[in-house]
């Protein structure tokens, strides 16, 4: 009688293990633990995610995909590149959206880690000021400011990576269309800044994030001047190697002539057409997904994945 009850007790803890207790459908792979803390590293590893905040069954897919592959290939953080909740932002760092958006959502122990965000157009239509604040709250949510940089180490090597984001928005006349938010900030201030970081780098490799892409063939290509006469020049001169972008809600490779690659990974909870219509487009898809990178002292593997795990593009970066 002893062995059957507990038997019963056995089988009901697995019943409980296999629900996620806040409302999100995590498949038994998902739930695989791993701690990067504990691996021997051979490659710093990241997701970059963007335009994710719509609290809908498409997040939640994209959400189980990235904890997929964060059980096979643990992940040191995750970069947003913006439009975080949607329609308009948050109202405070105790709003709902907090939970049901984000921390209900990406709640696998595979994406418990450091999460490093833009700020995008949406979000500029609530409280930023929460949003920048939020990480009191929980410190993996690691936005303090609207624009900022820190370096991170390369394993097994001597060599690091310099990550900048910036804040697009005023530099968007769209934005100023919006009601709410508070988005007329200095721009000249910000270009100094970025300037200046940019000129001070010894890192090996260089990378920008940002809300709005330079370049893109989605339906915001004819919104771009802008923002390329704001920050094409200043990539160009100090080398940077990559700029992650969202805004048009689509994936994304394009090299322009010049050093930087554009990637756009704006799919995180909606995706719009594009087309192919320019030679600098290498990859752009209407699906729903994000980027998975692996950065070496020689290499930077960029992969997009889709909502259903599969592998749409990959390239490799090289130097």
């Not at 921390?103 to 965000?117: G, H, K, R």
């Not at 009191?136 to 624009?147: F, M």
């Not at 000249?188 to 890192?203: D, F, R």
């Amino acid at each position: 009688m002893m062995k059957i009850t507990s038997l019963i007790i056995a089988f009901s803890a697995l019943i409980l293990l296999s629900f996620n207790t806040k409302n999100t459908f995590i498949s038994d792979t998902l739930q695989v633990q791993n701690n990067p803390e504990n691996q021997n590293r051979k490659s710093l590893d990241f997701f970059v995610i963007g335009d994710w905040g719509e609290a809908n069954l498409i997040q939640q897919q994209v959400a189980n995909a990235m904890a997929f592959e964060a059980a096979k290939n643990p992940i040191d953080f995750i970069i947003s590149v913006g439009d975080n909740f949607y329609p308009h932002g948050v109202r405070s760092i105790n709003d709902k959206k907090w939970e049901n958006t984000f921390e209900n959502v990406y709640a696998d122990s595979n994406l418990i880690t450091d999460w490093y965000t833009a700020i995008g157009n949406h979000d500029y239509q609530g409280n930023v000021g929460a949003q920048l604040r939020y990480h009191k709250k929980n410190p993996r949510w690691k936005t303090t400011e609207r624009y900022f940089s820190f370096k991170k180490s390369i394993p097994q090597s001597k060599d690091s990576v310099l990550f900048v984001f910036i804040d697009t928005n005023p530099f968007d006349k769209w934005v100023g269309l919006f009601t709410g938010g508070n988005w007329r900030h200095s721009k000249k201030k910000q270009l100094l800044w970025l300037e200046n970081v940019l000129q001070a780098s010894k890192e090996k490799w260089k990378i920008v994030v940002g809300h709005h892409p330079l370049y893109t063939t989605g339906i915001r290509r004819g919104q771009t001047a802008d923002i390329q006469a704001a920050f094409l020049a200043a990539f160009e001169k100090h080398q940077v190697d990559v700029y992650f972008s969202g805004h048009d809600h689509s994936l994304q490779h394009q090299k322009p002539a010049g050093h930087t690659h554009y990637f756009v990974s704006g799919a995180g909870s909606e995706s719009r057409g594009v087309t192919i219509d320019s030679s600098m487009t290498k990859f752009a898809k209407k699906d729903h997904g994000f980027i998975q990178a692996e950065l070496t002292k020689d290499n930077l593997e960029i992969k997009f994945i889709n909502a259903n795990n599969k592998d749409l593009y990959h390239t490799t970066i090289s130097k």
